[in-house]
């Protein structure tokens, strides 16, 4: 099973700040396999990226996501209010899907 | 647009079986895709549980595998969880969710709203 991991744990920022987010697999993945969720509280998660760098439906350019192999990052270039949540990164592989423990991005 | 929505007992008690039904409105489950479940204990992070393809094909999560099983009912356009002899480990929100493939990229796209599920005597 490949395990994610995710920092900082929480990341602190203001509005209009730039945040980013790491992901590291404990073994290389394909970059296809990678992908971001947007989670607020008492909601589902909400598919960002897919493909570690392509944008789902209806989200907004602000978003970005980048990496390969190991290391993987989502960028949210300027925080709007509503992007304060948390954000878990998810890998698929050999048939089964795994989650990162997630970063938790709050209003400084 | 594809429309998910758990339901089931919020409370069951140890060593029973747990059984959530997942309705689908907006797209036909026998038309393709996969299918999954995923939970999240409170405060904790994202387990994928399992998949379930139209042909009956599952995929599971190895450390659950033992007490899983899901099923299709593709005349209802639902599809199903049960998970056997639970203890309040396995409380969590559980959701259910549509398994894409987007350019070779495996993710879940849609998802319901969760239910709650509480393991307790």
């Known amino acids: 099973e490949i395990v994610l991991t995710q920092s900082p744990g929480t990341l602190s920022l203001s509005p209009g700040e730039r945040a980013t987010l790491s992901c590291r697999a404990g073994?290389?993945?394909?970059?296809?396999?990678l992908a971001w969720y947007q989670q607020k509280p008492g909601q589902a998660p909400r598919l960002l990226i897919y493909?570690?760098?392509t944008r789902a439906t209806g989200i907004p350019d602000r978003f970005s996501g980048s990496g390969s192999g190991t290391d993987f990052t989502l960028t949210i270039s300027r925080l709007e209010p509503e992007d304060f949540a948390v954000y878990y990164c998810?890998?698929?592989?050999?048939?089964?899907?795994?989650f990162g423990p997630g970063t938790e991005v709050d209003i400084k | 647009q594809v429309h998910l929505q758990e339901s089931g007992p919020g409370l069951v008690k140890p060593s029973e079986t747990l059984s959530l039904t997942c309705a689908v409105s907006?797209?036909?489950?026998?038309?393709?895709?996969?299918w999954g479940w995923i939970r999240q204990p409170p405060g904790k992070g994202l387990e994928w549980i399992g998949s379930?393809?139209?042909?009956?094909?599952?995929y599971y999560n190895p450390s659950l595998k033992s007490r899983v099983t899901l099923s299709m009912d593709t005349s209802k356009n639902h599809f199903s969880l049960k998970l056997s002899s639970v203890t309040a480990a396995d409380t969590a929100v559980y959701y259910c969710a549509r398994r894409a493939v987007y350019s070779g990229s495996y993710c879940f796209d849609y998802w319901g709203q969760g239910t709650l599920v509480t393991v307790s005597s």
């Open positions: 073994q290389s993945v394909s970059s296809n396999s």
């Open positions: 998810q890998q698929y592989g050999s048939s089964r899907f795994t």
């Open positions: 493909g570690a760098s």
């Open positions: 379930i393809y139209q042909s009956g094909i599952t």
């Open positions: 907006g797209y036909s489950i026998s038309s393709g895709y996969y």
